[in-house]
Protein backbone atom coordinates (compact mmCIF):
# COMPACT_ATOMS: atom_id res chain seq x y z
CA UNK A 1 0.00 0.00 0.00
CA UNK A 2 1.33 3.21 -0.77
CA UNK A 3 0.06 6.79 0.76
CA UNK A 4 0.27 10.11 -0.69
CA UNK A 5 -0.06 13.13 2.04
CA UNK A 6 -1.58 16.13 0.74
CA UNK A 7 -3.20 19.45 2.27
CA UNK A 8 -0.08 21.31 3.46
CA UNK A 9 0.57 24.88 3.04
CA UNK A 10 1.30 28.12 4.96
CA UNK A 11 -1.27 29.75 7.01
CA UNK A 12 -1.59 32.43 9.96
CA UNK A 13 -1.93 31.30 13.70
CA UNK A 14 -5.27 31.01 14.26
CA UNK A 15 -6.44 29.59 10.83
CA UNK A 16 -7.55 26.24 9.93
CA UNK A 17 -5.73 23.27 8.02
CA UNK A 18 -7.24 19.73 6.44
CA UNK A 19 -4.78 17.36 5.21
CA UNK A 20 -5.27 14.51 3.88
CA UNK A 21 -3.70 10.59 3.22
CA UNK A 22 -4.46 8.98 0.62
CA UNK A 23 -3.98 5.32 0.24
CA UNK A 24 -3.79 2.96 -2.92
CA UNK A 25 -5.77 -0.09 -1.35
CA UNK A 26 -7.46 -0.84 2.15
CA UNK A 27 -5.28 -0.51 5.21
CA UNK A 28 -6.07 -1.36 9.24
CA UNK A 29 -5.69 1.70 11.52
CA UNK A 30 -4.34 4.86 10.28
CA UNK A 31 -2.21 7.81 12.50
CA UNK A 32 -0.67 11.09 11.90
CA UNK A 33 2.65 11.96 12.55
CA UNK A 34 4.58 15.44 12.75
CA UNK A 35 8.62 16.10 12.30
CA UNK A 36 9.40 19.57 13.42
CA UNK A 37 12.79 21.27 12.84
CA UNK A 38 15.72 19.94 14.82
CA UNK A 39 13.40 17.68 17.04
CA UNK A 40 12.24 14.06 17.08
CA UNK A 41 8.76 12.80 15.34
CA UNK A 42 5.83 12.61 17.21
CA UNK A 43 2.43 10.96 17.30
CA UNK A 44 -0.52 13.72 16.21
CA UNK A 45 -3.01 11.45 15.95
CA UNK A 46 -4.82 8.03 15.04
CA UNK A 47 -8.17 6.47 14.26
CA UNK A 48 -9.27 2.28 14.02
CA UNK A 49 -9.52 0.42 10.78
CA UNK A 50 -13.11 0.91 11.18
CA UNK A 51 -13.01 4.79 12.17
CA UNK A 52 -15.10 4.25 15.49
CA UNK A 53 -12.04 5.03 17.96
CA UNK A 54 -10.20 8.10 17.32
CA UNK A 55 -6.91 8.78 20.17
CA UNK A 56 -4.67 12.07 20.21
CA UNK A 57 -1.68 13.52 21.51
CA UNK A 58 -3.06 15.94 25.02
CA UNK A 59 -1.44 18.87 22.81
CA UNK A 60 -3.86 18.24 19.99
CA UNK A 61 -6.89 17.40 21.65
CA UNK A 62 -9.79 19.83 21.32
CA UNK A 63 -8.19 21.41 18.02
CA UNK A 64 -7.54 18.44 15.51
CA UNK A 65 -10.23 15.80 14.42
CA UNK A 66 -9.13 12.98 12.82
CA UNK A 67 -11.13 10.92 10.30
CA UNK A 68 -11.69 8.22 7.47
CA UNK A 69 -13.64 7.85 4.58
CA UNK A 70 -12.90 3.62 3.44
CA UNK A 71 -14.92 4.71 0.09
CA UNK A 72 -11.90 6.96 -0.75
CA UNK A 73 -9.07 5.07 1.03
CA UNK A 74 -8.41 8.13 2.70
CA UNK A 75 -7.94 9.55 5.83
CA UNK A 76 -8.03 13.49 7.25
CA UNK A 77 -6.39 15.40 9.75
CA UNK A 78 -8.61 18.92 10.48
CA UNK A 79 -6.16 21.24 12.08
CA UNK A 80 -8.10 24.19 13.65
CA UNK A 81 -6.62 27.40 16.07
CA UNK A 82 -3.09 26.47 14.46
CA UNK A 83 -0.43 27.84 16.89
CA UNK A 84 3.62 28.27 15.12
CA UNK A 85 4.67 24.88 17.66
CA UNK A 86 2.48 23.03 14.83
CA UNK A 87 5.15 23.95 12.14
CA UNK A 88 6.19 20.66 10.97
CA UNK A 89 6.69 18.05 8.28
CA UNK A 90 2.93 16.04 8.84
CA UNK A 91 3.43 12.46 7.84
CA UNK A 92 0.53 9.43 7.53
CA UNK A 93 1.05 6.30 8.81
CA UNK A 94 -1.40 3.14 8.20
CA UNK A 95 -1.36 -0.30 9.28
CA UNK A 96 -2.15 -3.22 7.00
CA UNK A 97 -5.91 -4.27 7.26
CA UNK A 98 -6.01 -7.15 9.78
CA UNK A 99 -4.55 -4.30 12.44
CA UNK A 100 -7.61 -2.64 13.82
CA UNK A 101 -7.11 -1.06 16.56
CA UNK A 102 -5.27 2.64 17.25
CA UNK A 103 -1.90 3.25 18.28
CA UNK A 104 0.78 5.88 19.26
CA UNK A 105 3.55 3.90 18.24
CA UNK A 106 5.72 4.94 15.19
CA UNK A 107 6.68 0.92 14.98
CA UNK A 108 3.18 -0.19 14.62
CA UNK A 109 2.81 1.08 11.53
CA UNK A 110 4.14 -0.35 7.87
CA UNK A 111 2.85 1.71 5.85
CA UNK A 112 3.91 6.08 5.30
CA UNK A 113 3.58 8.91 3.26
CA UNK A 114 6.06 11.26 1.89
CA UNK A 115 5.02 13.90 4.34
CA UNK A 116 3.60 17.53 3.73
CA UNK A 117 5.13 20.52 5.32
CA UNK A 118 2.92 22.76 7.42
CA UNK A 119 3.83 26.42 8.56
CA UNK A 120 1.80 28.51 10.87
CA UNK A 121 3.44 32.56 10.58
CA UNK A 122 2.34 34.15 14.10
Known amino acids: VQLQASGGGSVQAGEPLRLSCAAS?????MAWFRQAPGKEREFVAAISRSGGTTYYAVSMRGRFTVSRDDAKNTAYLQMNSLNAEDTAVYYCAASPVVFTSTSSQSFDYSYWGQGTHVTVSS
Open 25 to 29: GRTGR
